[in-house]
């Protein structure tokens, strides 16, 4: 059992090679973790790897997964678990960040994005419950986004996607709390990351994938539910969600 | 890779720590290298390091150089006075640190890197492996193409932390006698200068000295300062006033006492300024302009004397100037700033056309007596200085790769001169 301040010892992060994932995987491996990173490029989860041996990871194992391929995520879970027969903290963090005029016009690439985004995920947390509930420990760490907390014109498969999963932790946490394992919803704003670099990426409300692993991972220490980072989009979010239809739809957020 | 910026020159960018424009790129593009940043291998046998190009100066010294049995420790040889630089800045501007008199440039630590040139070629350079190349990119300000990654020999040291001195002096010539006396047994040596004394009292000011003490460690030091400036200041907080104060209570720093000894971290004898975070910002809005010189040993004293008159008569001041005696090994780079000789670094507050002209006649007395000016601390040599400092710079356009450019390269000539340069 890990205590509130006490690191984890066994950490598997699905989407590994993500900027957010890598700052994480930087900050447990300090601490002499194991990891075990799922990713669908073989090369640089490996080029990962030995930095984070050099980090000072205690072990690293890599697993190429394609988080796509829905058939086969439940192999892909349970061979991650026999890796270090188990973790403590699972953080699934992959995810991509459609254009939405070119989802919007297209089924296919709807039904693309809302299943990366919210069934694959979805899929692989139902896996890992079972195996946290018998463990009676651990932290699930999900990266939702702030953009599924009201649906707007901009992004909003994207956003029902990151929604829909949002519900999914929700009563997923309420199913585990019985068994002591901890079901964290992370909501990150702007970050400047790979997924962003196509967006003009500084600005007050622009983060670094650094500040936001560092707010993840103290939310993990602390075991809490709910994190938003930077922590002042709780508030831009509270005023997003209360804005009275009327307002928010001549907006053009 | 470069194929996605169509049509535009590129420059790599990396930590943003040059103080004038070898890493701007006005009117082309920047290549933002800082997710360039993992580490390959190592092997604490051999101390010999592999990074991406990307990875910072701090990220090694935090993760790499740790203190073992005895205190003893693996350390970066060359190391410029702020950790918070990458490798590929450190290889480009060839760094030196204050212990050149004995180890000489960052350049000589370097085993091999290999090189993203324009047309799509990936070539390995090391002194036995495309040679040519090798020797252009170290120091050649990021003009040779993109450096991805780097093996580096890191050096043995007997303990991390270092028993330091300080010695107040009073005239130049005690200076040189000073840093005569100390190059031998002390590894690290620069001294500041009280750029506002004048008459009999030019060149007095503060030797610092510090080698490394066999079997003491010390703390590791952050990878980010603990503070900083938060915000720019909206006016200079380097006036004509403060900088006089800053240089009148300096100088009393040692207070009664002409020498000072302590043992303390590496870090605070190499990096006294990485402690706060954008101390830059002090200036303000217009910015200061460093300065530094190198001048060959034979003119050195009466050049530096001069140097210091001038400023000392001018209404410019200096905070942080500093002196110091380079050695005479080799420096790898084409376009390596030091050579034998002595290196004046000073600082001024951007007050526009009078500081301009004041380092104007600066860098006309260091050119005159045979000596270069450092281009990553530059923002105003002339095409002229440059051509007259660095004489192997015509051997330096054959290696330029025609897809970069910088806004330094472009303001002394280098990318003219490659252009119309026969035979291409």
Not at chain 1, 27 to 51: E, K, N
Not at chain 2, 103 to 109: A, I, Q
């Amino acid at each position: 059992m890990i205590g509130p301040t006490q690191m984890a010892r066994r950490v598997a992060i699905f989407g590994a090679t993500s900027d957010i994932a890598i700052c994480i995987a930087r900050r447990y491996a300090r601490s002499g973790a194991r990891l075990v990173l799922i990713g669908r490029d073989p090369q640089r989860l490996d080029a990962h790897a030995a930095d984070l041996k050099l980090r000072g990871a205690a072990a690293v194992v890599c697993q190429q997964a394609d988080f796509a391929q829905l058939a086969e995520l439940s192999d892909m879970v349970r061979f991650a678990w026999q890796a270090f027969a188990g973790f403590e903290v699972a953080v699934v963090a992959y995810g991509s960040l459609p254009e939405q005029a070119s989802v919007q016009t297209s089924a296919e690439r709807t039904v693309a994005a809302l299943a990366l985004n919210f069934v694959s995920p979805a899929v692989v947390l139902g896996e890992l419950a079972p195996l946290f509930a018998t463990q009676k420990t651990g932290v699930l760490a999900v990266i939702t986004s702030v953009a599924g907390d009201r649906g707007r014109k901009s992004n909003y498969v994207y956003g029902s996607a990151k929604g829909g999963l949002q519900r999914f932790v929700q009563g997923l946490r309420h199913r585990l709390y019985a068994d002591g394992v901890t079901v964290l919803d992370i909501r990150p704003g702007f970050v400047a990351t790979k997924m962003t670099a196509h967006l003009r990426t500084s600005g007050p409300l622009w983060a670094t994938p650094e500040k936001v692993a560092a707010d993840i991972v103290r939310a993990i220490n602390n075991r809490r539910t709910t994190l938003y980072t930077p922590r002042f989009w709780r508030l831009i979010m509270t005023i997003v969600r209360l804005a009275p239809g009327p307002i928010f739809h001549r907006s053009s957020l | 890779m470069l194929g996605a910026i169509e049509d535009e020159a590129v420059l790599a960018f990396g930590c943003g720590r040059s103080y004038g424009d070898v890493a701007l790129n006005p009117g082309g593009a920047l290549i933002d290298c800082s997710r360039l940043d993992r580490f390959i291998d190592f092997d604490p046998a051999t101390g010999i390091l592999e990074c991406e190009a990307g990875v910072r100066l701090a990220d090694i010294l935090e993760i790499i150089c740790k203190p073992e049995a005895h205190g003893s420790s693996w350390l970066l040889p060359v190391t410029p006075g702020t950790r918070f630089i990458s490798v590929a800045g450190a290889i480009a501007n060839d760094v030196h640190g204050k212990n050149h008199h004995g180890f000489g440039t960052f350049g000589r630590y370097l085993l091999a890197f290999d090189l993203l040139r324009g047309d799509g070629s990936y070539l390995t350079c090391s002194p036995t492996e495309n040679q040519a190349l090798f020797a252009a990119t170290i120091g050649g300000l990021g003009l040779t193409g993109l450096i991805l990654r780097a093996r580096l020999q890191l050096r043995r040291v007997p303990g991390l932390a270092v028993e330091s001195e300080q010695i107040r002096f009073d005239t130049l010539d005690d200076f040189f006698d000073l840093a005569a006396e100390s190059d031998r047994d002390w590894e690290y040596t620069a001294a500041w200068i009280d750029s506002l004394a004048t008459g009999k009292r030019i060149g007095r000011g503060i030797y610092a000295r510090a080698r490394h003490r066999a079997g003491a460690s010390s703390a590791l030091p952050a990878s980010t300062p603990s503070f900083g400036m938060p915000v720019k200041s909206p006016f200079s907080l380097a006036t004509p006033m403060t900088v006089r104060a800053f240089n009148a209570l300096y100088w009393r720093k040692l207070g009664l006492k002409r020498r000072v000894s302590k043992v303390c971290g590496y870090a605070s004898a190499l990096y006294p300024l990485d402690a706060v975070d954008h101390w830059n910002r002090a200036y303000g809005p217009a910015g200061f302009f460093q300065f530094q010189s190198v001048v060959p040993s034979a003119a050195a004293r009466s050049a530096t004397a001069e140097m210091l008159r001038l400023t000392a008569a001018s209404s410019e001041g200096s905070m942080i100037s500093v002196l110091k005696v380079f050695g005479d090994l080799d420096s790898p780079g084409m376009l390596s700033f030091p050579m034998p000789g002595i290196t004046l670094a000073l600082d001024f507050p951007n007050r526009g056309a009078a500081t301009c002209a004041h380092l104007a006649k600066l860098e006309n007395i260091a050119i005159e007596a045979g000596g270069r000016i450092y281009p990553a601390k530059d923002s105003l040599m002339t095409a002229t200085s440059f051509r007259r400092g660095f004489p192997r710079y015509e051997t330096f356009l054959r290696h330029i790769d025609p897809r970069f450019s910088s806004g330094f390269a472009r303001r002394v000539g280098l990318l003219e001169a490659a252009q119309t340069r026969p035979g291409t």
